[in-house]
C-alpha cells in the first residue's frame, strides 16, 4: 500500500473513529475541506462521509481517502452507530458504491479534556489489528483547563504515533497530515487489554490541577436551560427566534428563485415552438424542479442554524426540557428537532430522526413527522381559509393557527397509539452527554449545510421532478379537441378584431383599439374554456369522476376529487389544480381568483366550496400524507416500504375520519347554508 | 438467625445504605452503583464514562439530574439523566 499516488491500488484509506462530541466532524472537514461527499452505509440509517485528505500545495495527498464513523461512546454497544463502525474496522462494511475492505489505518480522535474516558476507545479500536494514529484533539480547551498531556510519553506506551491537534484552530494539523499521508501509522503494541489499563495510561501522560474549581456559569446555564419553566421560556424564545428567521431570511432567496424559474418558463414558451415536448418542459421539467428548488433556501437555513445551535451546547439541554412534554405522548426529547424542523419540510425532518437512539423511538418519530403543517401545506391553507372568511383577516389567522395545532395534536395523538400498538414496549429513560458550552464553528456548520442541500436536490429532487412529469402527463393526456364553443368564441374574435362585430360597452378608447382589447378578451376566455374542457377530459379529470363516491361523504365533488388525487403527489398544486379545473387557468395566486373560486359551482349548479366543504378540506389537508418523497424517504430511513405503508394508510385514515367529522359538524351547525 | 444477632448493629446500616441519586440533593459527591440498571443503559453510562463506583458530583436533581464524572471522564463531562434512569443509580448517599 502507499508508495506512489495516481493508481488506484496506493489509495490508502483511513477510518476515522471517535467518541460523540469530541471534534471529529470538525477534524475531518479541516482535513477534506470540501473534497467529500456523503451516502450511506447500506443496510442502515447511518450516514457515511468520505473525504480526500487535502494538503495544500501537495497534489501527492490524492491517495488518502478519509472516512469519517458515526461518533460512538463504545465500539461494543449494541447500537446502531456501534455496528457500523465495527463493521468497517473488520472490512465487512463500506459506505454505498465502494468495495468493502479492511482500512489501511484508523485515525482515533479523542478528546483532551475528556481524556481518560476516551482511552477506552483506544483500547477497543486497538484490537482490530489495524495500524493506528492518535489525535488528541481540544488541547486548547485542554490546557485552559490545566490539563497537561505528554504526547510522547503517550505514543511509547501505546507503541503508535499521537499528535496532540486542535480542529478548531489548526494546531499540529500539518504534523497529523504528514503522519496520515505516509505510513507511519503503527499496530499499537503497546494497547493492554487489562481492566486498569486505560487507568494507568491516564495517570501516566495526563495531569490537571486536582483542586480545580467547579464550572459555576455552566452549572447556573445546565440549570436555566432545564428549569422546568425558564427551560421551557428559553426554549421558545430560542425556537422563535430560530423560525423567524428561517421564514424571514428565506423569503429573499425563494422569491429570487421563483422569479428565475418563472422568467425561464416564460423565456422558453416565447423561445420554443409550441407542441408536446415544450410543453413536458415548461410545464413539466422546469415547473417540477423550480417546484424543488424553492424549498431549498428554507432547508439549508434550517441546517445551518440548527448546526449552529448544536454546536453551542444548548440542544442537548433542550431536549431534556422538551422530553417531559413528549414522554407522555411515548416520544423523547430526541425528537424535538426532527418534529420542529419538519414544519419547514419532513424529508430533512425525518433525515434528522437518526440522531433518536432508540428504534421504537425513532419509528414512532418518522411515524408522525409528516402530521406536522409543513410550508407546502400553507398556499392550501391561505386558499381555504380565505374561502371560510372571506375580508376577515383575524378570522383568518385563527385558523391558519389551528391547522397548525390540529398537526401537532394528531401527530402526538398518533405516537400514543403507535406506542400502546404496533410499537409497543418500554422506552428507555434518555442519558445525554451534556457537552461544553462553545463557540459555534462556521466552517463546519457551512460544510454540513452545503452537504445538506445537495442530499436534498439529490434526494428529493428527482423524485419530484419524476412525480412531476407524470401528473403533467396525466393532466395532459389524452388530447382532445378544442370544445365547439372554444372555437365560435375564437371565429367571434377575429370578426371583431376585423371589425366586422363591435362589442357594445362604454369605453373611451379609440376603436381599433377596443376591438383588439375586445377580441384578446374573448380568445383568453376561449382558451380557459379550452383548458376547463382538456382538464375534464384528461385522465386526471376521468379519475376523478371515477373516484368522486369515495369523497362525496366529505364533501367533495367531481372537482375537488380532482384537486385532492393531484395532491397526493404533491399537496401544494390543489390551488392550482383547483384554479386550472374552475377557471381553467393555474393563476391561483392572481388577483380575484379566490372571489372566483368562491362563486364556483359544481355540475348540478350548487355552490362548489360550501362552508362545510372547505372546513372538511382544510381538515383534510392538515391531516393527509400526500407527498409521495416523504414516503419514499420514509421507506429509507425506516428500513423498507411496511413503515412507509402504515404511515401513508393511518394518515389516510385519520385524515378521512377528521375531514367527515368536520363535514358532518359544519353541516349541523351551519344548517342548509353550511353544507 | 444467629450469625446476624451475633453482628455489630452498625454496620449493616452503613453497607447497605443505598439512595437513588434522585434523593441525593445539589453539590453532594456520591459513589454510584449501576446495577438497577438495565443492560443496555449500564453498558453506554459506563462507555459514557459512568463508571461502576466511580465518585460524581450532582449538579442538578431532578428531571434530568446532571452529574460531572471527572473520575471516569479525565477532564469532567457532564452527563444528563432523566428521572426514569436516576431513579434506578443507587448512590452510598453520605458523599464523598
Known sequence: MGGAAGTLASVRTIALVGNPNVGKTTLFNRLSGLRQKTSNFPGTTQEAHVGVLSRSGREDAAHVRLIDLPGVYGLGLDTSESRVCRGVLEGTLAPSGEPAALPDAVLIVLDATNLRRNLELVREASRFGRPVVVAVNLIDAARRQTIHVDAELFASLIGAPVVLVSARTGEGLGTLRELLSTEDAARPAGVGDEAGWADDVYARVASAREDRSRDTITDRLDRAFTHPLLGLASFTVVMTALFWAIFRLAAYPMDWIDGAFGSLGAWLTGTLPGGLLSELLIDGVVAGVGATLVFLPQIMLLSLLITLLEQTGYLARAAFVIDRVLRPFGLPGHAFVPLLSAHACALPAIMSARGVPDRRDRLATILVIPFMSCTARIPVYVLLTALLFPDRPGMQALAFTGCYVLGVCAGLLSALVARRTILRGKSRGMALELPAYRVPDARTAILTTIDRGWIFLRKAGTVILAISVVLWWLGTFPKVDPPAEATELREVADRVEAGEIVLLEQSDAPLEERASMDAEGIRAEADAREASHAARASFLGRLGVFVEPVFEPIGADRQLTVGILASFAAREVFAATMAVQVLGRDDAEGEGTFAALGRATRDDGSPLFTPAASWSMLVYFVLAMQCLPTLVVTARESGGWKWAGVQFAWMTIVAYVGALLAYEIASALLGGAGA | ?96
Do not use: F, Y
Open chain 2, 1 to 96: 438467625m444467629a450469625m446476624l444477632a451475633s453482628m455489630p448493629d452498625s454496620i449493616p446500616e452503613i453497607t447497605t445504605r443505598r439512595v437513588p441519586l434522585t434523593e441525593v440533593s445539589r453539590g453532594s459527591r456520591v459513589r454510584v452503583d449501576l446495577a438497577g440498571l438495565e443492560s443496555d443503559d449500564r453498558e453506554l453510562l459506563r462507555a459514557m464514562g459512568l463508571r461502576p463506583e466511580c465518585v460524581v458530583e450532582v449538579c442538578r436533581v431532578g428531571e434530568p439530574c446532571i452529574l460531572e464524572v471527572r473520575e471516569g471522564c479525565g477532564g469532567g463531562c457532564r452527563i444528563g439523566l432523566s428521572r426514569r434512569l436516576a431513579d434506578r443509580v443507587l448512590t452510598d448517599g453520605t458523599g464523598v
